[in-house]
């Protein structure tokens, strides 16, 4: 399962989105409409591109992938449905591609791991160790692919970052993870993301850490 952060629709849909959802420890927003580089380039066009290709990657060595949304929605979905579309799906993997809105001089990317959390319908204690052993592969094949540096203002250089407040994380009884893939808001790392050979790059090494995932 592949989770294409935000919709490129949602800023057209700031009433629906902004509707708090159950999110079992906490009450959260439906969705937002994700960062944006300076010119403009948006996360949401951004995560669809790059999970596409990390989808044709996929589905070329076998695996068969399934999309929380594929711009073919008016907006979100909200991250409690997409945490239990991976559910349903009953999905050995999921990665939610994502970029960051840090502040500019930020700079890399990061693997958001669930932390284990116990609340209403959130449960991941289940879900934590697997999905920490996802986003080591997924973190390791990115950095050989792009070659970009873990985080520098997040996670103390290791790339990862274990958090308990995603609705998208807490919901899911499937292993996932999050990827920021960089930050949109500083001037470099927005040269890498909005170039195509680099999101291509990103992808490869999106689909080759859920392949040593899947292959253990
Ligand atoms: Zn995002």
Same mark, same amino acid.
Not at 14 to 41: F, L, M, Q
């Given at each position: ?101 840090? &502040? %500019?001089?930020?700079? *890399?990317?990061?693997?958001? #791991? ?5 609340? +209403?319908?959130?449960?991941? /204690? ?23 540096? &873990? %985080?520098?203002?997040? *996670?103390?250089?290791?790339? #990862? ?5 995603? +609705?998208?994380?807490?919901? /899911? ?44």
């Amino acid at each position: 399962m592949l989770d294409p952060g935000h919709n490129p629709n949602n800023r057209d849909h700031t009433a629906e989105i902004s509707r708090h959802v159950d999110i079992g420890t906490d009450e959260k927003e439906c969705d937002t409409t994700g960062t944006a580089t300076d010119a403009g380039y948006s996360e949401a066009s951004f995560t669809l591109d790059v999970a596409r290709h990390a989808r044709a990657l996929l589905e070329a060595r076998g695996a068969t992938v399934k999309f929380t949304q594929d711009g073919d929605r008016a907006f979100g979905p909200c991250v409690d449905e997409r945490a239990r579309i991976g559910n349903s799906a009953h999905a050995d993997a999921v990665v939610s591609v994502h970029a960051d809105g840090a &502040p %500019a001089g930020d700079r *890399g990317f990061h693997v958001i #791991l669930p932390k284990s959390v116990r609340g +209403g319908d959130a449960d991941t /204690s289940k879900i934590a160790a697997p999905s920490r052993r996802l986003g080591e592969r997924v973190r390791g094949e990115f950095m050989d692919a792009t070659h970009s540096e &873990p %985080a520098d203002y997040i *996670g103390d250089g290791s790339g #990862l970052n274990v958090r308990g407040d995603l +609705g998208g994380l807490n919901l /899911s009884t499937v292993p996932k993870v999050f990827i920021e893939c960089g930050n949109m808001r500083d001037s470099k790392d927005a040269a890498e993301l909005t170039d195509p050979k680099w999101r291509e790059r990103a992808a490869l090494g999106i689909a080759q850490g859920i392949t040593d995932f899947l292959n253990g």
